[in-house]
C-alpha cells in the first residue's frame, strides 16, 4: 500500500513537477548561456563534432564590454528607468485618489464612472496608437521621454483605480468614521487611515491604528470636549449617584482601579 502511494505520488507530482520547472527555467538558462558564449561557438555550426549546444567551455564578458562601450545601452537604461518610474508615479497618485472617491464617496453616477472606468481598461492599446501619435505630434513630444510619460498613465490609470477600488472597499469603513469622529477632516482620514493600511498587505484588524484624537493632532480644547462628553454620561447601574462618580470616571476614561 505504501509502495503504491509512493508511485503515485511520483508519476502525479513530483515527474510532472520537474518538467515544469525545467520549461519554465530553460529559456533564461538558454539566455545566460549564449550571452556568455564567445563568437566562436556562437557561429559554430550545430552538425560540427565539438558542438556544445547546451553549455559552453570558454566562457567570455567580451560582449557585455561591448554593450557598455561601443553602444550607449547605460543611456537608454536610464531612459527606461526615468520613465518607468514617473509614469508610475503619476498612475498610482491619480489611482489613489480616483479609488478612493468611487470607493467611499457617494456622488451621482459613481457606479456607472467605475464600470466606464473598466471598460477604458479592456480597450486594445492598438486601437489607440494613433490618436496618441497625432496628440504627440501636435504637442511636439515627439523623440522626448515625456511622450511616453504622458502615454504610458493613459492604460495605467483605468487598472490602477479599478484595483485600488475594490481593495478600498474591503477595509472597513467603521476606521474611518472613528477618525472622522474624533476630528479628522476627510483628506486626514484618507492619508492618515486609510492609506497606511493599504500600504500593507496584512488584514485591517491585525493592524493597529492611531486616532487623530490619540495621536494629539486635535486641539487641546477639542480633545478636552471629547473627554468631558464621555465622562459626563453614568454608567446605568449607579443611576447618576455621587457616591459612583470616581468610579464611572475611571470606566469611562479605561484608567485601571485604584
Known amino acids: 500500500m505504501v509502495i503504491e502511494r509512493r508511485w503515485k505520488k511520483w508519476v502525479y507530482f513530483y515527474i510532472p513537477l520537474t518538467v515544469f520547472v525545467i520549461g519554465t527555467l530553460f529559456p533564461f538558462y538558454w539566455m545566460a548561456v549564449t550571452a556568455l ?3 566562436s561557438e556562437l557561429y559554430r555550426s550545430w552538425r560540427a ?3 556544445a549546444p547546451f553549455w559552453t567551455l570558454q566562457p567570455t564578458l567580451e560582449h557585455f564590454r561591448d554593450l557598455m562601450t561601443r553602444t550607449i545601452f547605460p543611456r537608454w537604461l536610464w531612459n527606461t528607468f526615468v520613465i518607468a518610474v514617473a509614469s508610475t508615479g503619476i498612475s498610482l497618485a491619480c489611482g489613489l485618489l480616483a479609488g478612493y472617491a468611487l470607493a467611499r464617496l457617494r456622488f451621482p453616477m459613481a457606479g456607472a464612472l467605475g464600470t466606464s472606468i ?9 486601437l489607440l496608437f494613433i490618436p496618441l501619435a497625432d496628440i ?3 504637442f511636439q513630444l515627439g523623440n522626448t521621454p515625456w511622450a511616453l510619460i504622458l502615454t504610458y498613465p493613459t492604460f495605467l490609470i483605468p487598472f490602477c ?6 481593495y478600498f472597499k474591503t477595509i472597513p469603513k467603521e476606521l474611518e468614521e472613528c477618525a472622522r469622529i474624533d476630528g479628522a477632516t476627510r483628506f486626514g482620514a484618507m492619508t492618515r487611515i486609510i492609506f497606511p493600511i493599504a500600504r500593507t498587505s496584512s ?7 492611531r486616532s487623530p484624537l490619540s495621536s494629539g493632532r486635535i486641539p487641546r480644547s477639542r480633545r478636552a470636549g471629547a473627554s468631558a462628553s464621555s465622562t459626563a454620561a453614568p454608567c446605568a447601574p449607579c443611576a447618576g449617584r455621587p457616591s459612583c462618580a470616581p ?3 475611571r470606566r469611562a476614561s479605561g484608567s485601571p482601579r485604584a
Open 161 to 166: 483605480t479599478w484595483l485600488l477600488m475594490g
Open 136 to 138: 504627440i505630434r501636435d
Open 203 to 209: 488584514s485591517p484588524h491585525q493592524r493597529k491604528v
Open 118 to 126: 473598466f471598460v477604458t481598461y479592456l480597450v486594445p492599446p492598438t
Open 37 to 39: 558564449r564567445p563568437d
Open 247 to 249: 468610579r464611572c470616571a
Open 49 to 51: 563534432v565539438n558542438n
